[in-house]
C-alpha cells in the first residue's frame, strides 16, 4: 500500500468517522508525523522515550546489550528488546516505560512450571512488607492491617517448613 | 456520560451465542531462553529455533494431528492466503528466512514460529467465548512448555521482543460487527471510552488495516500486572456494554430513521445481484449490510453465514485463487462481482416484517 502525499510504502493507517462517514488515509511514517497524525492513546515506546528526556541520560545512551548488540538507539528506534539479557541491561530506561504502558509493572500471570523457579515465599514476603509500609505511609490503616495479617501467616508457614 | 456506560458492569447477561461477536482469539507470545529473539537472531540460530520448536510442537495433544509448514516452502499467494483466513499474520507472511506455522486440522489452533517472538500460540473460536478458547490456549502453553524453556523472569513474566506483550504475553481479541455504532456515527466515542480501559479497537486484519465491513478487532491492550483471568474478565465485561451499545443504536436507527436503513440495505442486495465490478471494501461494506438484515430478520438466517464466508471470500488472496492463474486488480474485481452475482442471485425479498431479536 503506497502513502497518500508520496510513493513511499504507507505505514499509518489512518481510520475516522466525520459526520456518520467513514474516511480511510494510508500514509508513510514520515508523512503522518508531518502531517501530526497521532493516536494519543495509541502505544509507541518511540515516543514515549522521547517524553522521558531526563529519564534518559548520557549513561543510559550508551548501554549496549553484551549477548546480543541490541544499543539503547536500536530500542528507541524499533522499540524491541534483542533478547533475555536486554531486560536486565535496559531495566532503568525500560520501568518508566512500562508504568505507562501496562496496568501494573509486576507479573501476576502464568508461571511456566519449568525452566524457571516459583517465585519464593522471600520475594512475597519482601512484597507483602513494602506494601504495608506503603499502606502505614498512606495512612490506610484498614489494608495495612490486612497486610500484616498476611505477613504473619507467611511467616508462620515458612517457620514451620523450616 | 458516553464513558460511564464502560464502568458499570452490565446487568443483564448478553445471550452467547451472540451474532455481533463473530469470533474469539486468544494468542500468546513466548521466548525461548538462551536465543536471541527472532529479530535480532542470525540465520543459524534461527533456524535452530525452528527445528527444536518443530519437534515440540509435534509432541503436544491438541496438535497431533496436524499440518506444519515452513514458509520457505509457500508461493506468495499461498501466504496471502493464510493471512486472510486469519492463520497467520502479515509478518510472519513476509519473514525472509526459517519462519514456520503448525495448524491443527481444525483450524481452531495455530502456532506460528519466528514471527516477531519465537512462538505466537494462538487459538480461534466461532462467536463470543473466552473461557474455550483461553483453556485450550493454557493447555496448549503447558504442553509446549513440558519440552522448552522460555524466557521468564519472576518480576516480568513472560519476556518478549516487544515490552507491549511483556508478562503474560497474552492478546486476547474478538472480532465485532458493529454496523449500528458505525451508522449512528458513535464509533469514535466507543474507539475512545474503551481505549481509556486499556483496551484497543482494529480494523478486521489487525494492527494497521481498516474497518470495511465495520468488523473491529477488539483486544487488551495492557499484558501486564494482572493476570490472565482478570484480563479476560475486563474486556468481556467491556465486550458485553459494546454488544449492549451496538443492540441499542440498531433499535434506535430502525425506530427513527427505519426507511433509511431499509434503503441502504435494499441497495446492498442490489448491488450485490448486479455488480460487474467490485473492489473488496466496497464488497465488505455490502455484505456487512446483509449481515445486519439477518440479525433483523429481514433476511433467512443463512444469508449471515454466507456474508461470513464471503467477506473472506472477497479478500485479493482468495479472489486470485479462485481465477488459478496471476491476474490484475481490474480483473480481480470483475472475478469478484462474478462470484457474488452467483451467490446473492437467489437472494430473497426482504422480508421487512420481521420481528428484531
Known amino acids: 500500500m503506497k502513502c497518500h502525499h508520496c510513493d513511499s510504502q504507507a505505514t499509518v493507517h489512518l481510520t475516522q468517522i466525520i459526520n456518520g462517514q467513514m474516511h480511510k488515509m494510508d500514509l508513510c511514517e514520515a508523512c503522518a508525523q508531518e502531517k501530526g497524525v497521532t493516536n494519543p492513546d495509541n502505544l509507541s515506546i518511540g515516543n514515549l522515550l522521547d517524553e522521558n ?5 548520557a549513561s543510559t545512551a550508551s548501554m549496549t546489550c553484551e549477548s546480543c548488540g541490541t544499543t539503547h538507539q536500536d530500542f528507541k528506534k524499533g522499540g524491541r528488546l534483542g533478547c533475555e539479557a536486554c531486560y536486565h541491561v535496559f531495566r532503568p530506561v525500560l520501568e518508566p516505560l512500562l508504568d505507562g504502558m501496562h496496568a501494573g509493572v509486576k507479573h501476576f500471570g502464568k508461571v511456566p512450571s519449568r525452566s524457571v523457579k516459583k517465585k519464593s515465599d522471600d520475594d512475597s514476603e519482601e512484597l ?3 506494601e504495608l509500609k506503603k499502606a502505614v505511609e498512606e495512612e490506610n490503616y484498614e489494608k495495612a492491617a490486612k497486610l500484616r495479617d498476611r505477613l504473619k501467616k507467611l511467616q508462620a508457614k515458612s517457620s514451620a517448613s523450616a | 456520560m458516553f464513558h460511564d456506560l464502560f464502568f458499570s458492569k452490565s446487568k443483564s447477561k448478553v445471550p452467547k451465542p451472540c451474532p455481533i461477536a463473530l469470533s474469539t482469539r486468544v494468542r500468546l507470545a513466548r521466548n525461548l531462553s538462551e536465543f536471541p529473539f527472532p529479530g535480532r537472531a542470525e540465520s543459524g540460530q ?19 494431528s496436524c499440518t506444519s509448514v515452513e514458509l520457505d516452502e509457500l508461493s506468495e499467494l499461498d501466504r496471502q492466503i493464510l493471512v486472510e483466513k486469519h492463520l497467520i499474520s502479515l509478518e510472519l507472511s513476509q519473514s525472509d528466512e526459517s519462519g514456520g506455522v503448525v495448524l491443527s486440522n481444525d483450524r481452531a489452533c495455530s502456532v506460528m514460529v519466528n514471527e516477531e517472538d519465537h512462538l505466537r500460540i494462538q487459538v480461534l473460536a466461532n ?11 493454557d493447555s496448549l502453553d503447558s504442553g509446549i512448555e513440558s519440552s522448552l524453556d522460555y524466557a521468564f523472569d519472576s518480576q516480568l513474566g513472560f519476556l518478549t521482543a516487544c515490552p507491549t506483550n511483556l508478562g503474560t504475553g497474552m492478546r486476547a481479541s474478538v472480532m465485532m460487527h458493529l454496523p449500528g455504532l458505525v451508522m449512528s456515527k458513535n464509533m469514535d466515542k466507543v474507539i475512545n471510552a474503551v481505549n481509556h480501559l486499556g483496551i484497543a ?5 489487525g494492527e494497521g488495516s481498516d474497518a470495511s465491513g465495520s468488523i473491529f478487532q477488539i483486544s487488551n491492550q495492557q499484558t ?28 434506535k436507527l430502525s425506530e427513527d430513521d427505519g426507511l433509511r436503513l431499509t434503503d441502504k440495505i435494499s441497495r446492498a442486495v442490489g448491488s450485490l445481484k448486479t455488480s460487474y465490478l467490485i473492489q473488496s471494501s466496497e464488497a465488505m461494506d455490502h455484505l456487512s449490510l446483509i449481515r445486519l438484515a439477518a440479525d433483523f430478520g429481514y433476511l433467512p438466517e443463512k444469508f449471515r453465514a454466507l456474508a461470513d464466508r464471503m467477506f473472506i471470500e472477497v479478500q485479493p488472496g482468495h479472489v486470485q485463487l479462485s481465477a488459478g492463474k496471476p491476474i490484475e486488480p481490474g480483473e480481480r474485481d470483475r472475478l ?8 446473492f442471485l437467489r437472494m430473497p425479498q426482504l422480508n421487512l416484517n420481521a420481528q428484531v431479536d
Open chain 1, 53 to 57: 528526556p531526563s529519564k534518559v541520560d
Open chain 1, 128 to 130: 507483602l512488607t513494602k
Open chain 2, 46 to 64: 534461527k533456524k535452530a529455533v525452528l527445528s527444536k520448536c518443530m519437534s515440540a510442537l509435534g509432541k503436544v495433544k491438541p496438535l497431533q
Open chain 2, 127 to 137: 462467536g463470543l467465548d473466552f473461557s474455550k478458547v483461553w483453556k485450550l490456549a
Open chain 2, 201 to 205: 479497537v482494529r480494523g478486521l486484519f
Open chain 2, 224 to 251: 501486564l500486572g494482572e493476570s490472565e483471568s482478570a484480563i479476560l474478565e475486563r474486556l468481556e465485561m467491556t465486550l458485553e456494554n459494546i454488544v449492549q451499545q451496538e443492540r441499542l443504536a440498531r433499535e
Open chain 2, 336 to 343: 469478484r462481482a462474478e462470484t457474488l452475482r452467483k451467490e
